[in-house]
């Protein structure tokens, strides 16, 4: 029996209100959730939000859910622009300001992590001010969450500044090796960009790995397939994160999915505990 504990993203039931989507995967059978942060589920700029923030961290309780927290919503912080402002554009304390509330929350559900990531170069910023810019923003977020003892998981992302594993590390590196900046690993990524074979990936970060991201994926596409339908061989995925001694969340990453959301995750789940129970 595999002592792995899986979850699925709030961003792959955007046509869901998040109490249903709650229940229904509590009702499948998930551990838990990675609620992303947007307009329709949690808002954190609503005025009502520490109410809400309450009821929902209630809610989580009754249904027996865990919880990790998403920043990845797409145009809540400017309506033209996906994912702007990031930590790397010129009012960028628009995205510190969001990753601070984004940590309050976090603290305040109980969340395993605080997951985030760099965002990708604007074309008029050079090289070296954007990397100063995103260790300045991090540095920041850092202290944030050491006051709210919030773990954050720092998401590599491909055709981000920080897109695979060696540029986490530069970046721990440069912030000082704080011990509550940990990495997020897609396991997708692992296979679109890495070197390594993905469960040696997983391998590589165990003494830093806060939070897990899993899809398929096929070498070279950033795209987030459906479990079976990339290029990835999960029993010995599954089985390097049991060696890691990981206990955090596995979540489905499946965001363009919302259109059959409780299939998926229906089909997502029996996959991986069959894969689960092939480790090896």
């Known amino acids: 029996m595999t002592g792995l504990r899986f979850g699925y993203g709030t961003n792959g039931f955007s046509n869901h209100r998040l109490g249903d989507a709650l229940a229904v995967l509590a009702d499948l059978g998930y551990d838990g959730v990675a609620l ?20 929902l961290g209630k809610r989580l309780a009754r249904l027996g859910l865990s919880v990790v927290i998403e920043t990845g919503a797409r145009f809540l912080l400017d309506p033209w622009h ?32 605080v997951s985030f990531w760099a965002g990708v170069k604007p074309f008029d910023v050079d090289d070296t001010t954007a990397w100063q810019r995103l260790v300045d923003g991090c540095a920041d977020v850092v202290t944030t969450a050491d006051e709210h003892g919030v773990t954050l998981g720092f998401e590599p992302e491909p055709g981000m500044l920080v ?13 000082g090796g704080p011990a ?62 049991e060696q890691a001694g990981y206990h955090g969340l596995v979540a489905v990453e499946l965001p363009r999915h919302s259109h059959a959301a409780p299939k998926v995750a229906a089909d997502s789940l029996r996959f991986l505990k069959n894969a689960a129970r092939r480790e090896g």
């Not at 990031?86 to 309050?104: S, Y």
């Open 82 to 113: 996906k994912h702007a402002p990031t930590l790397l554009h010129d009012d960028r304390a628009t995205r510190i300001d969001f990753l601070r509330r984004a940590v309050t929350i976090g603290a305040d559900l109980g969340a395993q992590a």
């Open 163 to 175: 897109q695979d594993i060696a540029d986490w590390r530069r970046l721990h590196a440069a912030l």
């Open 180 to 241: 509550g900046f940990g990495i997020t690993l897609d396991i997708g990524h692992c296979r679109c960009l890495e070197d390594l074979p993905v469960p040696d990936c997983v391998t590589a970060v165990a003494d830093h790995l806060v939070n897990v991201q899993i899809d398929d994926m096929r070498r070279g596409v950033h795209e987030h397939l459906e479990f079976g339908t990339g290029e990835i061989d999960f029993p010995p995925v599954l089985a390097a994160l």
């Open 36 to 55: 992303t942060l947007d307009h329709g589920h949690l808002n954190p700029y609503r005025r009502n939000v520490g109410r809400r923030v309450d009821a």
